[in-house]
């Protein structure tokens, strides 16, 4: 088999493995986990259950492809343009942090929550999650993703009740996600204005001007 022939191959391999993954995101959205088997995701998929084997192992190793998958779609969405001025920055952070809590729920659910029951893979990835998010609002605010140890936690902190937040809203869907989204920047810049008074390495940064009006993209809807 010749490189062409192989990278082909590999893309086909690829793109099959993305498809039973969209494919399992939408069953446990409806299904808990413990109610699937192996052969009502091979049913619904219309394959052959040893494909998914093959491809995952096991149904738990499907099951942490699609939370990977699914925090890897939150980590891009939140952390999008990096070119942008430091205001609209964490702005756009937040916004897209609930935009995809809104188009992808049950994936948003299984990351805060850290998935079925105990499972320490999943909270794993959540954990990961978390400090990116972390990372990604300092480089916003501060231009830099380290920060020290009290930093941290006051974003820990903050981050933790956006996800709370965030769930409650998704129960209630009110107010709309503009104003929440306004709430939680709000409350973020509370958050940097405690950081600045306690830690002086983390000067309160000058977050407050006016940010841009835009429509939303086609990737921010």
């Not at 494919?23 to 998929?45: C, E, K, V, W």
């Not at 990116?132 to 981050?159: K, M, T, V």
């Not at 390495?201 to 940010?211: A, F, H, I, T, V």
């Amino acid at each position: 088999m010749d490189k062409s022939e192989r990278r082909g191959t590999s893309e086909r391999s690829q793109a099959r493995r993305a498809e039973l993954i969209a494919i399992g995101r939408a069953l446990f959205a409806d299904t808990s986990y413990d109610a699937l088997s192996m052969d009502d995701i091979a049913r619904h998929a219309g394959v052959a259950k040893g494909l998914i084997y093959y491809y995952f192992t096991s149904k738990h190793g499907y099951y942490l492809a699609i939370v990977e998958d699914s925090a890897a779609g939150l980590l891009s969405r939140a952390a999008a343009h990096p070119e942008l001025p430091r205001a609209e920055r964490v702005r756009r952070t937040v916004d897209g942090y609930l935009r995809y809590a809104q188009n992808n729920e049950a994936a948003f659910r299984t990351i805060v929550t850290g998935g079925v029951g105990c499972d320490t893979e999943v909270q794993t990835i959540r954990d990961a999650v978390r400090e990116e998010l972390i990372a990604a609002i300092a480089e916003g605010a501060y231009g830099r993703r380290d920060l020290p140890p009290l930093a941290r936690l006051a974003l820990l902190g903050w981050l933790s009740g956006v996800e709370q937040i965030a769930l409650d809203w998704l129960g209630r869907r009110e107010p709309d996600r503009d104003r929440v989204c306004a709430l939680l920047t709000r409350l973020l810049r509370s958050t940097l204005t405690a950081i600045g008074e306690f830690e002086p390495s983390c000067p309160e940064p000058p977050l407050d001007q006016p940010l841009p009006a835009h429509p939303p993209t086609a990737s921010e809807r």
